[in-house]
């Protein structure tokens, strides 16, 4: 069993629609989850970190993690067609297991006019 | 302020031959890491350094190895390509934060 599971996609939506992404994962001592958004030909790029459980907002987008069910969400409300990208999210580990970031899958998003 | 910058961009390898890619980090950044993206994977950990000296390390073999100079800037080594090896590799840094990586835009090796 994967530490991360993303589910892969790929998601087609509408212009204007709310997309739900979400990952689970196995590792209790995961501290920092992170949303990375990629663009083809491109790295990832930071969309957003939270550190404990509940929800952080910026713009349209909102991140919610639960950490009591190892569950964490990406909402993107209005969604619009330069959101298409792969999203990608990621964990941080303690640093007594090596401080890395463990990502899932990648769901690869298409919004369509 | 400039981001991380990787090169080559492309790169095709034969199988069995060496390959270096390098990485500049991003202005005040002292800790780089390394990550090998196969198509349609999340990114998944090499090793990384910090100040000089390798901190952590993914479930890679030796063959992959790797340095960081006193500017900072990085190189991954890959010795005996295989076909496997095939994929994006991606560099990032950070000033310590582990939520406060930056990526590159990747070196694409292609082995045959």
């Known amino acids: 069993q994967k530490e991360v599971e993303q589910d892969p996609g790929p998601l087609s939506v509408p212009e204007g629609a709310i997309v739900s992404l979400n990952c689970t994962y196995s590792?209790?001592?995961?501290?920092?989850f992170m949303w990375y958004r990629q663009y083809s030909r491109k790295g990832p790029e930071l969309l957003m970190y939270t550190y404990s459980s509940g929800n952080k907002e910026d713009g349209r987008f909102t991140a919610q993690v639960d950490k009591s069910s190892k569950y964490i969400s990406l909402f993107i409300r209005d969604s619009q067609p330069s959101d298409s990208a792969t999203y990608l999210c990621a964990m941080s580990a303690p640093y007594n297991q090596g401080g890395k970031l463990i990502f899932g899958q990648g769901t690869e998003l298409s919004v369509k006019p | 302020e400039t981001g991380v910058t990787q090169s080559p961009t492309h790169l095709i390898k034969t199988r069995g031959q060496q390959v270096t890619l390098r990485c500049s980090s991003q202005s005040g950044h002292n800790t780089v890491s390394w990550y090998q993206q196969a198509l349609g994977q999340g990114p998944q950990f090499i090793f990384q350094y910090y100040r000089e000296e390798e901190n952590g390390r993914g479930n890679f073999p030796p063959r992959f190895s790797g340095l960081q100079f006193p500017n900072y800037s990085s190189e991954l080594n890959v010795n005996a390509l295989e076909l496997d090896d095939s994929a994006l590799y991606l560099c990032?840094?950070?000033?310590?934060?582990?939520?406060?990586?930056?990526f590159g835009s990747g070196t694409r090796l292609t082995v045959v």
């Open positions: 590792n209790s001592a995961f501290q920092y």
């Open positions: 990032a840094s950070s000033s310590g934060q582990t939520y406060g990586y930056t």
